[in-house]
């Protein structure tokens, strides 16, 4: 009896899933979605920085269906002004990027040299303009550095370096290591943070066990201001939200007026190792 109750209970449930399939089956159709028209816009990067000439990278904007590669705005009008002096941009066909060709370096303003940057940029196709503002903070100097190597049979170095943050005003950073563009194996690591979990101004960031023994290492604290804080998690969420199917779509923010991306002054201290056993 038990048998036969059993048996009937499972061609019960093959008949209902059969039935289910059949269903939902018949209820397939083709869904088409109506897109809007996407609207292209100027993609504007430039990071000043001392050591540097002035370097944009100026692309035009798709939409998530096109190509990754965005393509370059090939013929613009890219300036520069500070103190009053207009430094006119041109196109590196080769690089794709305008570059300020009389290769001034920047260098860190002095004490209380509050003085900004205006940058200006006109397509001379479509007519279009973008425009952003952005100056120099002073540099967070980093007190101390040091590494330290793991017991492995190749060790391997991790990098502490601790640092003064400025109270009561809010301060944002972006730290930065490399082991040298001549390595073998290049290798790169940054991240921004907030100065909301400092206490007591003392700040410290830690790079793991990443370097081995003979690497050349540069490590930088940059002092960023709120904007490119936010460009940067904004662009770290986009990121999140592209690998994910069902995620919400993400707005990278900037501070490009007229347009997408960002133009900011970034001041650094630097310390370089050479670890060592």
Known sequence: MCCVLFDHMKNSCLLWICLLAVLFGSCERELRLDLPVYEQQMVVECYLEKGLPYILSLTES????????????DSALVTITHKGEVDTLSLIDTLGVYVDLNLDLLTAPEAGDTS?????????????????NTRFLREIPIDTAYYFLNELDTPKAAITLNFTDPTPASNYYKVYFDNGLGAAKPKTFTWSFSDQLIENGEGTRS?????????EVRTRL????????????????AIDAGGISISR??????????????FTA????????????
Do not use: M
């Open 62 to 73: 798709v939409s998530f269906f096109d190509a990754d590669l965005l393509p370059v705005v």
């Open 116 to 132: 900004g940057y205006y940058l200006y940029v006109e397509d001379l196709r479509t007519g279009r303009t973008a425009h952003a």
């Open 207 to 215: 790079l793991s066990h990443r370097f081995k023994v003979g690497s």
């Open 222 to 237: 940059y002092h960023i201001d709120s904007t490119y804080y936010h460009f940067l998690e904004s662009v770290d969420d």
């Open 249 to 262: 779509p993400a707005r990278v923010e900037g501070n490009i007026n007229g347009g997408l991306g960002i």
């Open 266 to 277: 970034t001041a650094y201290d630097e310390w370089l190792f050479l670890i060592e056993e």
